[in-house]
């Protein structure tokens, strides 16, 4: 018998664009049978469960209201997409020091309900605020987990996809890594499609380097783009989180690029940064440590010494003002 028969409610922490559209994509996708939506302005998650049970008329069955914290007492998963919104102009490691003040107020009560499910973060900037929603929950490392580089990742093999000819970007296997952020990259050397090594794949069709570099930029700054053109980005991360828990209440024992805790991967240790994982019931399972280049190592290696230096001022800022 699954052990998942039960996982099988989520609360959201977070009703802004971001966290609508992922409560509409559980809600077409018939994934969990209920849905809490916990936000500080209480009549907007009122005015989206009611919008959202509608859709259900023609989907699948679901119980979608307006939550408080109190119900995350016996929730499967609590997700998190709370947070001042990313501006034009905006990194995401600009966001760390209110989005940290934002989710230490979120995490507490979150805890203190008696929560004892996975929490799945998606505010940026996310490597580090899922690292912590870890330091401020007391959990273990396996039962907190960031969306990371998941939307990256999808974004990637969009545009694999579109280089070269193949129509379904689901056919791409390969990975952004590192960083949620500006120094994330392509892990193109593990890339394959249909078994064929993405490296070799583009020798043979003449794909030059150049080619390979401004794909990996496009994708990389793809979100400046769309938050130029229409203010923010939502409906990929909606999907991006919705199949990340769909793999957690469903106990798929699969493998997503998510942001993860590293315990010697890529000689790495205590820091939460983006690489395949294996996800189920439990959380993060095992982290699959990809076979990297030595350019690749070396980003990978960067891309952490960033995190962790944004970190550490962020949790110093947080700590200094909540002194005064």
């Known amino acids: 018998m699954s052990i998942t028969q039960n996982h099988q ?26 849905i809490g939506i916990v936000d500080v302005i209480k009549e907007r998650t009122e005015g989206d469960a009611l919008d959202l049970v509608d859709a259900t008329g023609y989907t699948y069955p679901k119980k ?29 490691l600009d966001l760390v020091n209110k989005n940290l003040k934002i989710l230490s107020s979120i995490v507490k009560p979150v805890v203190d309900s008696g929560f004892s499910g996975i929490f799945l973060v998606a505010a940026n900037p996310v490597d580090i605020l899922t690292y912590a929603t870890w330091e401020f929950s007391g959990f273990p490392k396996e039962r907190v987990l960031g969306s990371g580089p998941s939307l990256d990742t999808a974004r990637l093999r969009v545009a694999m996809s579109d280089l070269t000819g193949i129509k379904d970007p689901r056919s791409m296997h390969a990975y952004i890594m590192g960083e949620h952020g500006d120094s ?24 030059t380097q ?52 590293m315990d010697g991967q890529y000689g790495l240790n205590d820091i939460y940064i983006g690489t395949p994982a294996v996800v189920n019931a439990s959380g993060v399972k095992q982290i699959v440590e990809v076979p990297l280049s030595k350019k690749e190592h070396d980003q990978m290696t960067s891309s952490a010494k960033t995190l962790r230096g944004i970190l550490a001022d962020g949790m110093e800022n947080l700590k200094k003002s909540q002194e005064n």
């Not at 409610?9 to 018939?30: C, E, N, P, R, T």
């Not at 016996?74 to 919104?85: E, S």
């Not at 994330?184 to 794909?207: Q, R």
Request: aromatic share 8%; net charge negative.
């Open 64 to 92: 979608i209201y307006s939550a408080e914290y109190s119900d995350c007492s016996d929730a499967d998963l609590v997700v998190i997409t709370a947070g001042a919104p990313q501006k034009p102009g905006e990194t995401r």
């Open 210 to 261: 150049d080619d390979l570099d401004k794909m990996e930029n496009d994708v990389r700054n793809k979100a400046y783009t769309i938050i130029q053109k229409k203010g923010a980005t939502f409906y990929g991360v909606a999907a991006a989180l919705s199949r990340i828990s769909r793999a957690i209440l469903r106990d798929e024992d699969t493998v997503l690029p998510v942001s993860v805790c």
């Open 9 to 34: 409610k989520v609360i959201l922490v977070g009703d802004g664009a971001v966290g609508s559209s992922y409560a509409y994509a559980m809600a077409i996708q018939g994934i969990a049978e209920e």
């Open 184 to 207: 994330e990259f392509a892990a193109y050397s593990s890339a394959t499609i249909g078994g064929v090594p993405f490296l070799d794949w583009a020798n043979e069709h003449d794909i």
